[in-house]
T-cell receptor, first 114, second 112 residues
Framework: KAGVTQTPRYLIKTRGQQVTLSCSPI?????VSWYQQTPGQGLQFLFE???????NKGNFPGRFSGRQFSNSRSEMNVSTLELGDSALYLC?????????????FGPGTRLLVL | KNEVEQSPQNLTAQEGEFITINCSYSVGISALHWLQQHPGGGIVSLFM???GKKKHGRLIATINIQEKHSSLHITASHPRDSAVYICAVRGGPSGSARQLTFGSGTQLTVLP
């Protein structure tokens, strides 16, 4: 089985722009979670989607949004980019809701905001 | 909010040494995860624990629910074990408690 894939792998944007990141989970997995990793804050939970519904959201401003499609692929969008949004964005998939299940992580998208 | 503390922050060991990384958390949890992150960013899930002990190859993870503490042990360490090891906890099965809260990670370097 192919692993979790994320596109693009690297991205450079300028302040004020918006960005959309994509995540394709492992085939058959229905849960996708998104995380942000920065040197200062470490790993932080962004949101979790299951069956096209957002099931959980972390403590991030409304500029961060996401969605999940019927094939379980997920996108996250960040509008009005700020310098502090520079980070590694990771998605992870699991078969069912990520409660008692192992999550499989993608390679991440490294976003640099100038 | 569950706070997760890891120690040490940095660890350098000689090849073959026994290594222990510790994780403490502040409130009740439904599960604790140990993750490994190599340079470049990819994360691999090593263990998910809710009680007791798990072993996979040279890696052993233990958890003490009463003391709110978990340890990750690496026996016969090897340079390829060099990575950041991250502890993460899930507070409960539903609602905001279900989200993972992460420790700051332990940078392990194993010298040949």
């Amino acid at each position: 089985k192919a692993g979790v894939t994320q596109t693009p792998r690297y991205l450079i944007k300028t302040r004020g722009q918006q960005v959309t990141l994509s995540c394709s989970p492992i085939s058959g997995h229905r849960s996708v979670s998104w995380y942000q990793q920065t040197p200062g804050q470490g790993l932080q939970f962004l949101f979790e989607y299951f069956s096209e519904t957002q099931r959980n959201k972390g403590n991030f401003p409304g500029r961060f949004s996401g969605r999940q499609f019927s094939n379980s692929r997920s996108e996250m969008n960040v509008s009005t980019l700020e310098l502090g949004d520079s980070a590694l964005y990771l998605c992870a998939s699991s078969l069912l809701l990520a409660t008692q299940e192992t999550q499989y992580f993608g390679p991440g998208t490294r976003l640099l905001v100038l | 909010k569950n706070e997760v503390e890891q120690s040490p922050q940095n660890l350098t060991a000689q090849e073959g040494e026994f290594i222990t990384i510790n994780c403490s958390y502040s409130v009740g949890i439904s599960a604790l995860h140990w993750l490994q992150q190599h340079p470049g960013g990819g994360i691999v899930s090593l263990f998910m624990l809710s009680s007791g002990k798990k072993k996979h190859g040279r890696l052993i993870a233990t958890i003490n629910i009463q003391e709110k503490h978990s340890s990750l042990h690496i026996t016969a360490s090897h340079p390829r074990d060099s990575a950041v090891y991250i502890c993460a906890v899930r507070g409960g099965p539903s609602g905001s408690a279900r989200q993972l809260t992460f420790g700051s990670g332990t940078q392990l370097t194993v010298l040949p």
